[in-house]
């Protein structure tokens, strides 16, 4: 087998235009690595090439992999879109579509074992970002957890009252959300922590709500209506929820 060393700086590549990941995402990448291997079958690589780098790609398009739509269109948000005047229906549809709005990847990774392990990616949106930690393996295979940032503004620009934001932009408001992406580099799967989600929302639904003349503070469970509940007790959820157009 050979033995070869790896040195080797990127500028301005056509990410599109690299095997299969044209289908995934676009961009001009960055990337600089140094490492070393033997042989050049798959088998040898996954055995003996090793390394690390960085990689950074402008002008970001993602075509398979949202992180934002999956997030929005989670049914734990049903309870509080029954609530009058709470959400800004133009702001979440917004924060729903902002995948189309990614700017750039930043990553750092190191190749050795047949994975590709990445201490630190962050994808970065008007507002907000996403960071991810895990693995690719040569295999395809994807195995990263991380986390949905987003700006208190733009947190606070989904609801339309003063006590509703100032609870979603608190210590346990909804300014970072856990998530896992897991399948494979052609058929990604963004699970976002349900359970994280409803518990956020409760504390946000908790708001008062004049009935009868009383002051009354109602739970995000009594406003869920029965055949969302059910779905809302696993840990991840990837299906669509209620539309607030």
Do not use: C
């Not at 190749?111 to 690719?136: M, W």
């Not at 799967?189 to 946000?204: S, W, Y």
Request: no cysteine; charged share 20%.
């Amino acid at each position: 087998l050979t033995t070869y060393n790896v040195n080797l700086a990127v500028k301005a590549l056509a990410v599109e235009q690299i095997g299969d990941v044209g289908e995934s995402l676009s961009g001009r990448g960055y990337l600089d690595i140094k490492g070393q291997g033997k042989g050049f079958a798959k088998a040898d690589l996954e055995k003996y090439l090793s390394g690390a780098g960085n990689l950074e790609i402008k002008e970001l398009k993602l075509k398979k992999l949202k992180f934002f739509r999956p997030l929005m269109s989670l049914q734990q948000w049903t309870g509080l879109s029954l609530v009058t005047g709470l959400i800004n229906k133009a702001a979440f549809n917004k924060a729903k579509n902002l995948d189309e709005e990614a700017q750039n990847l930043t990553a750092q990774f190191t190749i050795g074992e047949g994975v590709i392990a990445f201490s630190a990616i962050q994808v970065n949106y008007p507002d907000a970002n996403v960071s991810l930690k895990g693995r690719i393996g040569f295999d395809e295979s994807l195995d990263f957890a991380g986390t949905v940032n987003m700006s208190g503004g733009l947190v606070s620009s989904l609801f339309d009252t003063v006590s509703a934001k100032k609870a979603s932009t608190s210590e346990k408001g909804l300014t970072s959300i856990p998530l896992k992406l897991t399948g494979t580099t052609q058929n990604p799967d963004v699970g976002i922590d349900a359970n994280f989600l409803q518990g956020k929302l409760a504390g946000i639904a908790a708001l008062p709500i004049k009935l009868l003349g009383g002051i009354l503070t109602l739970p995000l469970r009594l406003l869920t209506p029965r055949s969302h509940q059910k779905a809302a007790s696993g840990e991840t959820q990837t299906g669509e929820g209620v539309e607030t157009e």
